[in-house]
């Protein structure tokens, strides 16, 4: 039973690297940019929660929802100036410029935040420490199935949106082929602002839990990135959106897994699936599906 | 005036000069084919029109507005359309989706899902299957279909018989006669002179980036279109 525990806990903390990834791999999937900015981004959203709620009394929960059309429009307008002139340059210079971007988020919130490592649980409630005991092996935890259902609504949501409206469909033609997608009427650079105020918006969501679950600090970021990427590796490099849940999930339970052989090999043992993956023929579990269709988001 | 005017063209590939400072005029509902051996400049200056190639010098005048620099979906919604060589559908998406994902809002016309599966009885039963399944002929049905649902003013069609089987070229024509009968405007890059001259009211014949011949299609002759076509000789009064 004690494995079960292990794999449920896996599952509810992969919901929380898929919900981290999914920005991630929507921009990859869209623009093959790897934005080395979105743990930063991510902290970035959690930041800006911790603010509201100084002023505010609220729970989390509540202070999220005004923080999303300020990361929607911080998406877009750092789309439209910075990464928009950037991929005119090659796949190189995004690389470039989001890793300077990372760089700046990080040391502004250090300015504005000092360096002290903070945490959204206490104004959580109840609910971040909270949990159903199943079986006396088998425990879920409130914040963890919260997160799980949550990634499950956005990424639903987000395939809905990709698949039944027309900005959607825009956005899966122009993963395609921009070029054709601008023969056809659509204006891709408009196309890429959506997606990454999209992500962006993603990213302050996941930062929120990443706050509420975890501590935050300025320098959190880079090692959000990294679960994220391998999620999005892992699901197969942004060839399926649900990949990139399915990724998380495969790295949260490696962890969880890794963690009962010895609380050492925990991270290692992600990082180690991320590896094997990598290597395979295959190059992800989604992949193959993928590898049959054109380049970009398949839905 | 003009549907579309052409001033002094010239496109290039980097140091590669493309077309040479050609000039061209298209009236409403006319159809002109443009034909030329391969690295002529046909599609170069079918995508320069289509605002997919930056010219590096001279105008392009639709409907009596510059736009030379406008960039490819605003020369969509202007009214400009192309169908591209190899037909580049997207092949992720369904046939339906593929139209859907062209049509204009703001150019609402005669052309929509329904119409156009009238007009291309081949597509209706293939209406929900991805675009990467279909044959030749059923993705360049599907091609001249994307290009007219933005309702456009002008339809530009690059080599919409190549690599496709007699039957389908066939079947594809037989298309593009309602689409003509509909009143479209039309410039057609075509490689077979017979099936362009067939269609079209006039010809323009381009050799290495300029225009060497240019005339009424019930005018010129089969060998004065072939000489210019291969660069044999150069006939007499054409322009640059």
């Not at chain 1, 839990?209 to 880079?222: D, E, K």
């Not at chain 2, 400049?41 to 029109?49: C, N, P, Q, S």
């Not at chain 2, 075509?190 to 381009?206: G, I, K, P």
């Amino acid at each position: 039973m004690t494995w079960v525990n292990d794999i449920v806990q896996g599952v509810t903390l992969g919901g929380f690297y898929g919900l981290l990834a999914c920005g991630l791999a929507l921009m990859f999937g869209l623009m093959r940019i790897i934005n080395l900015a979105h743990g930063d981004i991510a902290v970035l959203g959690a930041y800006l929660v911790f603010l509201l709620l100084e002023h505010w009394n609220t729970s989390p929960f509540v202070a999220i929802l005004p923080v999303l059309p300020v990361m929607l429009l911080l998406g877009y307008v750092l789309q439209r100036t910075l990464l928009e002139r950037s991929l005119r340059s090659g796949l190189l210079v995004p690389l470039l410029t989001t890793f300077g971007l990372s760089i700046v988020i990080q040391n502004l919130l250090e300015q504005g935040f000092s360096p002290d490592v903070r945490s959204l649980g206490q104004n959580a409630g109840s609910i971040a420490t909270a949990s159903w005991q199943v079986t006396s092996k088998l425990s879920i935890s409130a914040i963890g199935a919260l997160t799980l259902g949550v990634a499950v609504i956005i990424f639903a949501a987000l395939q809905r949106f990709l698949s039944r409206t027309q900005a959607g469909r825009q956005m899966r033609a122009t993963a395609q082929d921009p070029d054709t997608a601008e023969l056809v009427g659509i204006d891709s650079r408009a196309v890429y602002a959506r997606a990454t105020a999209i992500a962006v918006a993603v990213a302050a969501i996941a930062g929120m839990f990443l706050a509420i679950r975890s501590t935050f600090s300025p320098y959190a970021g880079p090692d959000d990135l990294i679960f994220a990427f391998e999620a999005v590796v892992i699901g197969g490099l942004g060839s399926s959106l649900w990949g990139a849940l399915l990724g998380g999930i495969v790295l949260g339970v490696a962890q969880t897994i890794g963690a009962q052989i010895n609380p050492e090999y925990s991270i290692l043992s992600g990082h180690l699936v991320f590896l094997l993956v990598l290597a395979s023929p295959r190059g992800g579990l989604l992949t193959l599906r993928g590898a049959r269709r054109a380049r970009g988001v398949a839905i | 005036m003009s549907l579309l005017s052409v001033e002094n063209l010239e496109l290039r590939h980097g140091l590669l000069e493309a077309v040479r400072g050609v000039s061209l005029t298209l009236e409403q509902g006319q159809t002109v084919a443009l034909v030329g051996a391969n690295g002529a400049g046909k599609t170069t200056l079918l995508r320069a029109l289509a605002g997919a190639h930056r010219p590096s010098g001279g105008t392009i005048t639709f409907d009596g507005v510059d736009i030379t620099r406008r960039r490819a979906h605003e020369c969509v919604r202007m009214g400009i359309s192309l169908v591209p060589e190899g037909r580049r559908l997207f092949g992720n998406l369904t046939v339906e989706e593929n139209l859907l994902v062209a049509a204009q809002r703001k150019r609402p016309g005669h052309w929509n899902v329904e119409t156009l599966l009238e007009a291309f009885p081949l597509l209706q039963r293939l209406r929900h299957q991805r675009a990467a399944t279909l044959s030749g002929g059923e993705q360049q049905a599907a091609a001249i279909g994307r290009a007219l649902i933005s309702n456009p003013r002008l339809l530009l069609l690059d080599e919409v018989s190549l690599g496709l089987a007699p039957l389908a070229v066939d079947a594809v024509y037989s298309s593009l006669a309602t689409v003509i009968a509909a009143g479209a405007t039309i410039l057609l890059v075509e490689q077979d002179l017979t099936r362009a001259v067939s269609v079209a009211q006039r010809v323009v014949c381009m050799l290495e980036g300029r225009f060497v011949l240019e005339g009424r299609a019930a005018e010129l002759s089969r060998e004065q279109i072939t000489d210019a076509y291969f660069g044999l000789q150069r006939p007499a009064g054409v322009g640059a």
